[in-house]
């Protein structure tokens, strides 16, 4: 494999930015932001250069290597930190420094009145440089790193505000659930080490064929969970809502276009491993579908616009990870849907920003309404994206969404059929709350209070959002012609050989997607556009409503499943330690306490005492001697 | 003489000091009660010198007699400073340590 010394560079520039700007300290205040833009847009220059570089080197000759130092050296063990940039961590090295760049332009302006902007430049370059390091990580150690690297930097940006004590939990609820995960990673780090000796991708990969697939499952089950967690999977879903604690333009980068799609990168990384064991790969395929319809349907009860949408992001990655865990034909697909969803749900994010900058930072919908003639081009952005999620022609997710849609058909069997089903459900409900979204936001009569007043955002602002429905509109089109991405991916993949047929013609497909799409749209046409809107959510609704509205129960269900039975098991531990080890503890220190008050009677200070106690002592050891002699 | 006799004296004289140590509350009398114990002791050395027929007994009185004269000269000193100290020469007075 060819070697490079530049590859380094792509995380080193912002991970100096972070550098500086943390130890920088208020000296920095003034150009803070415009370094960290620098350091990313940098970062995305190299990665455009090294994307050139790629081009011109032959098929079998793209993936480069860098080896950094020796890091552990163990006897036969041994691991160096390298970094592998392949066809597909250009993808990923693309996506985040330059969605990345793009909000840290619209955070210029979007923190402009916040007193710790430098301070949010710096976490935002931190997590930049972390994210970059998980992709291009050369072995599942080093991605670990850069994994807990992000996980850091998303936890310090969703407590970003954490003078409010609800935000400050939010961050430690993204943190712990995102743990839980984390410690899937480690077992699978653990399996790999045990069985294959290796941890490297290069080496997992050759040692996948002398392994047992009893161990290749539980890899690939452990790495389902990390991937859950981090991707907001059930059932570790439920840090995702309260993640839109966080400045919006965080929600943007790390909570919908790049950190929590690491799992589907940690899965499509480990092909070889899930390629070996298809019953983790059916679990994967579960939990795809399981999370999508979760995601779809508590977005269709939310009324703050961004927890809409960080459902959206769910529901989103469901399909990803749905895509991944159909094999090989699935791989390439899933890694389209997430740049094309990077797109257009960061500009949907964005956009989300600057309707509530405009708007005192509301967040809740139905306290809108009538914006589109206030936000123009807030609307028009919008609502590119929103024709991008619903798939319509010609729009991005027409094309990824659609191809998942098909691969999941073609799994063949009552397998296919369920999957493909769900799918398609789960695209009407998409268009369901979309549509819901865009009504509430965008048009109908204005409910927001007398003080609110609606303006359009600078130009800093909507020029990323420009940028990102550009993407939304043109990303599809260009990733598939003429199957762009996935003859770009091809190598990476283990293919077999001979041709897929389609069980069911794409157009019928499309066909089936677009009526899908249509009748979610009529229904919350009907629904809201049709209606009077009450600016408080009506309290008479639904059993199901109301379930939807609270996250489906996952709270309530974490906290009576793992949550209560903790605290009960930690208190009852608690008891234990105070009455078994402290009172050991305790009594040996009460015995020696009691029995030294006792003996000490005895030190009463009188010298003549003490003679008569050495002469007693004196008899008895003689007495004692005689009594033996004799 | 049977020397056993020697041996009784030396008990007798061991005792009345023991007892002496133990009973009286004057500094001197106790310190003489002492004395009087380590004179028996000797008293026993030289006359298990005598029985065996050897040396042993008599150098070890003598060493006796070394250590009971430093003895004195340390502890009439240290009685000597108590008195003046605390105008009393009573053992039970200095009793200060135990706090």
Redesign the interface.
Known sequence: MTTSTSLIYLIALPLAGAAILLLGGRRTNKWGHLLGTAMSASSFGVGLYQLMLMLDRPTEQRPITQKLFEWIHVGDFQVDAGLLLDQLSICFVLLITGVGTLIHIYSISYMSEDKDRRRFFAYLNLFIAAMLLLVLGDSYLSLYVGWEGVGLASYLLIGFWNQKPAYATASKKAFVMNRVGDMGLSFAIMIAFATMGTVSFVGVQEQVNNTSEAALTAMGIMLLVAAAGKSAQFPLQAWLGDAMAGPTPVSALIHAATMVTAGVYLITRSNFVFDAAPTAQLVVVIVGAITLMFGAVIGTAKDDIKKALAASTMSQIGYMTLAAGLGPVGYAFAIMHLLTHGFFKAGMFLGAGSVMHGMNDEVNMRKYGALRKFMPITFVTFGLGYLAILGVPPFAGFYSKDLIIETAFDAGGAKGIILGITTLIGASITAFYMTRVMILTFTGTKRWDDDAHPHESPWLMWLPMAILAIGSVSSGYLLSRGDALENWLHPLFNHSDEYQKHLIEPIVVSAMALTMVSIGVAIAYFKYARREVPSVAPEDVSIFTKVARQDLMQDRFNEAVFMRPGQALTTTLVAADEAVVDGAVRGVGQVAMGSGSALRGL??????SY??MI?VGAIALIGAIWVVVQ | MDASNYLYISALLFTIGAVGVVVRRNAIVVFMCIELMLNAANLSFVTFSRINGNLDGQVMAFFTMVVAACEVVVGLAIIVTIYRSRRSASVDDASLLKR
Not at chain 1, 603 to 608: C, I, L, S
């Open positions: 030190q009463n200070g009188y010298v003549r003679a008569a002469l």
